[in-house]
């Protein structure tokens, strides 16, 4: 079978496969519909990171900041992307940037932060947001998607994504002496300043200090997570060996870190 997307030359015999055909279709819909979106859109032909043009297949418009479950992609392309109402907590979460009419496409956000979200209900800097099936709002009682960075205001607030797609410094705010339970941490400026507080869980077994600095990181279910960024030895022991295992008081035989300070 021939290259499909090879080029011709003067005087060939001009014959496009439909499947082809139907992607530059794909290609010119999405162009056009980016020229004549509603909303505010961004400068230029390049798009902010983790954001992306969408096709609304709703069946509903959608206002700025909903939450949106990603359906596809249209015609086949893995370029472009389509979204809809949530109709699970596990669906795929988006934000529309823009108010987006059925049928339109329009500006999202697939990963990254902040964004402003519209939220239902009491909603305060830290908890974790998820989708709900059957609305265009994110809420305290859907799966882990999010992460507030404000409280509730008219039911908006400022929202980061919850996802690996990005790193940020975090500092501990207080000991961490507990598995499976959320600290308040701060986000780490370059300036070195503190800035919003949210909240991380450790790993398990692992102890972390007050003042720690670490990287936020998620597990399977998309809890926030503090990971240390160095394993620190206490000042009054010169030289300390610590196991690091899923089970620190049960350590498998030949698997363990040490961390030695002298």
């Not at 954001?51 to 359906?71: C, H, K, M, P, Q």
């Not at 902040?114 to 099936?133: I, M, N, R």
């Not at 339970?181 to 070195?192: F, S």
Request: aromatic share 8%; charged share 20%.
């Amino acid at each position: 079978m021939g290259d499909e997307m090879k080029k011709v030359q003067p005087g060939d015999p001009l014959r496009i496969p439909a499947p082809t055909y139907n992607r530059f279709i794909d290609v010119a819909r999405a162009h056009q519909e980016k020229g004549t979106r509603f909303g505010k859109g961004l400068p230029g032909d390049d798009l902010a990171a983790n954001t992306t043009i969408a096709l609304n297949n709703s069946g509903e418009d959608v206002a700025r900041y909903s939450a949106l479950a990603i359906s596809g992609h249209v015609g086949g392309n893995i370029e472009i992307l389509s979204f809809t109402k949530p109709a699970a907590d596990t669906d795929v979460p988006a934000v529309a940037l823009e108010p987006i009419p059925n049928g339109k496409y329009g500006l999202i956000a697939v990963a990254g932060g902040p964004y402003k979200v519209l939220v239902d209900g009491s909603v305060s800097a830290g908890d974790d947001l998820g989708l709900v099936a059957g609305t265009w709002t994110f809420s305290t009682a859907g799966r882990i998607s999010l992460q507030s960075l404000t409280d509730d205001s008219a039911g908006e607030c400022y929202a980061r994504f919850q996802t690996p797609g990005h790193s940020s410094m975090i500092i501990a705010q207080a000991d961490m002496v507990t598995d499976d339970t959320p600290y308040n941490v701060k986000y780490l400026e370059a300036d070195g300043t503190e800035g919003t507080q949210i909240t991380a869980r450790r790993p398990n077994g692992i102890y972390v200090s007050n003042g720690d600095v670490g990287f936020m990181g998620w597990d399977s279910s998309g809890h926030s997570m503090f990971l240390p960024a160095n394993m620190r030895a206490a000042n009054e022991m010169p030289s300390v060996m610590q196991v690091v295992t899923s089970d620190p008081s049960s350590p498998v035989a030949g698997q363990f870190w040490f961390n030695e300070n002298g």
